[in-house]
Nanobody, 124 residues
Framework: VQLVESGGGLVQSGGSLRLSCAAS????????MAWFRQAPGKVREFVAG????????LYADDVKDRFFISRDNAKNTVDLQMNSLKPEDTAIYYC??????????????????WGQGTQVTVSS
């Protein structure tokens, strides 16, 4: 299993970035996918998740209506469109997957594979 994130960078407050996660080594369409983030000195937190079909999404309260998760099961990718970025969005963003059902998808412990992360820095 391999998850490789890309698209991070430096952006001004109010700007946008699009992260992408390329998956390989497993049947992508059978896994729930999510994005987490970890700021310096803080625990890794849930950002957004998407069901296997892509029909159902889940967001953390502080990114709702600003961030949008999507997936392409034909290309084995999951993206995170981030709009209206704030300095407090600065963190390393990680892609994660779980093949399990009936999990609390907001918990880190629900996921078994993670990417290496991509840095997002939002300047004020």
């Amino acid at each position: 299993v391999q998850l490789v994130e890309s698209g991070g960078g430096l952006v001004q407050s109010g700007g946008s970035l699009r992260l992408s996660c390329a998956a390989s080594g497993f049947t992508f369409s059978t896994s729930y996918m999510a994005w987490f983030r970890q700021a310096p000195g803080k625990v890794r937190e849930f950002v957004a998740g998407i069901s296997r079909s892509g029909r159902n999404t889940l967001y953390a309260d502080d990114v709702k209506d600003r961030f949008f998760i999507s997936r392409d099961n034909a290309k084995n990718t999951v993206d995170l469109q981030m709009n209206s970025l704030k300095p407090e969005d600065t963190a390393i963003y990680y892609c994660a997957r779980t093949p399990r059902y009936d999990r609390d998808y907001r918990l880190r412990t629900s996921y078994d594979y993670w990417g290496q992360g991509t840095q997002v820095t939002v300047s004020s």
